[in-house]
Each structure stands twice: as structure tokens, then as C-alpha cells.
């Protein structure tokens, strides 16, 4: 489906106008590349696409058809109601009063799928431009506002980099 596309690979079908599939030879490895033509930023995209993804995309022979994205997103709370996701989530404003609390299941979107992708590659220590080169964010403080980072966790994480252990020995 397209949230497990978006998930896995950032990739949102609505954010793009035009796509090709390309295949490569990377390291001796085939791998396949989408590029695409962003319709928010008008921006170019190459992004590797995942092998799940990449058999959603042959089975539909495209990208999976979606009728609207409302009757995606309900589709989707259905199965997050169905896989249990039902913990309940504290809603708060940006001065920390609570406005509402809901099932996580409610709160799934084809969007939340991005912003897993986003937030999943930035915890696996993946550069934030090549984040931001897939996402489409124009700035490293937009693209960690987005996913709830902050600068001083962004320069804690440079502590673990090849660079930063070079340096210091």
C-alpha cells in the first residue's frame, strides 16, 4: 500500500507528478531508483526504493491506486485498529497543556508514514541531507522540527560520527 511505500521509502504517490524506475548496478548490486518530479517543490528526486516497495508498485503495475486520501486514512486506522495499535496518545499544544487524548490507531495517516520514514532514517544515523534530498525539506531545522528533534540532539549525534572519533584520537 502506499503507507508502507511512504514508511519504507518516503516515497507519498500524491507528492509526485511525473516518475520513472530506473535499475542500476551499485557495488555489483542491482538496485532500483525512482526519480521523480516533486509536485509541492517542484524539485527532482532519486530515491533507491526498497524491495517491498518495489513489488507493490509491479503488483499494481504503478503506484497503488487510491481512490482519495480520506479513504486511504480510514483504511489505514482500520488495520492499526486491527494490529492493536490502541495505546492511548496524549495530545498537547506547544506550552504543554494537554488538548486531547486518542488510540493511536486514530492518529495514522498516509503522512504519519513519511514522518516515520523521516524519523526512523534520522534514528539510524542516516545524513540529513540525504533525508532531506528524498523528503523534500529545504532546511535541517525544518526537516528536525518535522520529526521532533532538536539542534542539541542533532549535535549530540555528531559524538558518534567516523568524523567526530577520528578527530578526538
Given at each position: 500500500t502506499e503507507s508502507e511505500i511512504a514508511e519504507e521509502d518516503g516515497l507519498i504517490s500524491s507528492l509526485i507528478?511525473?516518475?520513472?524506475?530506473?535499475?542500476?548496478?551499485?557495488?555489483?548490486?542491482?538496485?532500483h531508483f525512482l526519480v521523480y518530479k516533486q509536485s509541492k517543490t517542484g524539485g527532482y528526486v532519486k530515491?533507491?526504493?526498497?524491495?517491498?516497495?518495489?513489488e507493490i508498485i509491479n503488483k499494481h503495475n504503478g503506484f497503488p491506486k487510491i481512490k482519495s486520501k480520506q479513504g486511504s486514512n480510514k483504511i489505514l486506522k482500520k488495520?492499526?485498529?486491527?494490529?492493536?495499535f490502541d495505546q492511548?496518545?496524549?495530545?498537547?499544544?506547544?506550552?504543554?497543556?494537554?488538548?486531547?487524548?486518542?488510540r493511536k490507531y486514530e492518529l495514522m495517516t498516509n503522512h504519519s508514514a513519511r514522518r516515520s520514514f523521516c524519523t526512523n532514517a534520522y534514528d539510524l544515523k542516516t545524513d540529513l541531507i540525504q533525508i532531506m534530498k528524498i523528503s523534500g525539506?529545504?532546511?535541517?531545522?525544518?526537516?528536525?522540527?518535522?520529526?521532533?528533534?532538536?539542534?542539541?540532539?542533532f549535535a549530540e549525534r555528531m559524538i558518534d560520527t567516523n568524523y567526530h572519533n577520528t578527530v578526538e584520537n
Amino acid at each position: 500500500t502506499e503507507s508502507e511505500i511512504a514508511e519504507e521509502d518516503g516515497l507519498i504517490s500524491s507528492l509526485i507528478q511525473k516518475h520513472n524506475i530506473s535499475k542500476e548496478l551499485i557495488n555489483g548490486k542491482e538496485q532500483h531508483f525512482l526519480v521523480y518530479k516533486q509536485s509541492k517543490t517542484g524539485g527532482y528526486v532519486k530515491a533507491p526504493i526498497s524491495k517491498t516497495a518495489l513489488e507493490i508498485i509491479n503488483k499494481h503495475n504503478g503506484f497503488p491506486k487510491i481512490k482519495s486520501k480520506q479513504g486511504s486514512n480510514k483504511i489505514l486506522k482500520k488495520l492499526g485498529k486491527l494490529c492493536g495499535f490502541d495505546q492511548f496518545i496524549v495530545l498537547e499544544d506547544k506550552k504543554g497543556n494537554i488538548i486531547e487524548k486518542k488510540r493511536k490507531y486514530e492518529l495514522m495517516t498516509n503522512h504519519s508514514a513519511r514522518r516515520s520514514f523521516c524519523t526512523n532514517a534520522y534514528d539510524l544515523k542516516t545524513d540529513l541531507i540525504q533525508i532531506m534530498k528524498i523528503s523534500g525539506h529545504s532546511s535541517p531545522e525544518i526537516l528536525l522540527e518535522y520529526i521532533n528533534k532538536s539542534l542539541d540532539e542533532f549535535a549530540e549525534r555528531m559524538i558518534d560520527t567516523n568524523y567526530h572519533n577520528t578527530v578526538e584520537n
